[in-house]
């Protein structure tokens, strides 16, 4: 399968963001790719008024997220924001298939209250740990600060993930580059697994705050930790190729995976409440906690 990474500056508008992502899409298309994954927060900026902006998974933004996916016939994996019912929102990135249909909705676990940020203040933590299948791939799904939580790419990998996507707003700061790509490379390669990692750059046009900032480095990462892309710092759309048969060859001689001591450190709980996520097209947050 051929993926794209969409390293996107993104607006506190989402009808600019709209723009970027429809044109981000094309060139994708243009370049071969089934699925193109862009950053955290694609609906709008951290800078901007989350609870404002935030919508339904079939809400405006997200029903036109599924247009494009259709009309160009390339899945879409990008971040939203849902209301949460205690005034907070929801981080929640969302996977429509080529055919324009909501296949899995994902509510960031880990929220980022670390290094001077306070993600908890206004987003609602997750709890559920989500697969779904697109383009013909087992795709798990992880959100930015989650990458610092091995346990969950673990969980992801050990109920059938072949590539984990990673939707991300890395801010910039002390060592923080450097933690991004030992982070998504380490989780590759523990895992035997491939990770499509998108993030944003700085809105040229968008306040200058520490909400507004993103590292870039975009990565596709392979089974044994290779990258096959990197984006660097700059906008821009890159394609590569997922090759599940590269993920056997690589557990037949690396079988990390098949080592694992569960009679000393248990099973991961969490892979055995991993949910096929259409749990799908959740219209609304109602009632959901």
């Given at each position: 399968m051929r993926v794209a990474l969409g390293q996107l500056p993104i607006s506190i508008s989402p009808s600019v963001n709209l723009d970027r992502v429809g044109a981000a899409v094309t060139e994708a298309a243009g370049q071969g790719a089934e699925l193109i994954v862009f950053p955290e927060a694609t609906l709008a900026s951290f800078a901007a008024d989350l609870r404002a902006a935030a919508e339904p998974v079939d809400g405006p933004f997200c029903t036109e997220l599924g247009r494009l996916a259709s009309r160009a016939g390339v899945a879409i994996v990008a971040g939203v924001f849902e209301p949460a019912p205690d005034g907070r929102v929801f981080n929640t990135t969302v996977a429509f298939d080529g055919r324009g249909r909501l296949v899995a909705s994902y509510r960031k676990l880990h929220l980022f209250d670390a290094l001077g940020h306070r993600e908890s203040d206004h987003v609602a933590a997750g709890d559920q740990v989500v697969l779904a299948d697109l383009c013909g791939l087992r795709v798990g799904f992880m959100t930015c600060y989650d990458v610092r939580f091995p346990e969950?790419?673990?969980?992801?990998?050990?109920?059938?993930?072949?590539?984990?996507?990673?939707?991300?707003?890395?801010?910039?700061?002390?060592?923080?580059?450097?933690?991004?790509?030992?982070?998504?490379?380490?989780?590759?390669?523990?895992?035997?697994?491939?990770?499509?990692?998108?993030?944003?750059?700085?809105?040229?046009?968008?306040?200058?705050?520490?909400?507004?900032?993103?590292?870039?480095?975009?990565?596709?990462?392979?089974?044994?930790?290779?990258?096959?892309?990197?984006?660097?710092?700059?906008?821009?759309v890159a394609s590569g190729d997922v090759d599940a048969a590269v993920t056997l060859r690589v557990r037949a001689a690396l079988p990390s995976l098949e080592h694992r001591r569960d009679d000393v450190f248990g099973s991961t709980a969490a892979a055995s409440a991993a949910t096929d996520n259409t749990a799908a097209a959740r219209p609304s947050t109602a009632g959901v906690g």
């Open positions: 969950l790419a673990r969980a992801l990998a050990t109920a059938g993930a072949e590539l984990i996507v990673l939707p991300s707003a890395w801010a910039a700061g002390l060592f923080k580059e450097e933690h991004w790509v030992t982070l998504v490379r380490a989780r590759s390669i523990e895992n035997t697994i491939w990770i499509a990692a998108a993030g944003q750059v700085p809105d040229p046009a968008g306040p200058a705050t520490k909400a507004a900032t993103g590292v870039g480095r975009s990565m596709l990462v392979d089974p044994m930790g290779v990258v096959r892309l990197d984006l660097g710092p700059a906008a821009g």
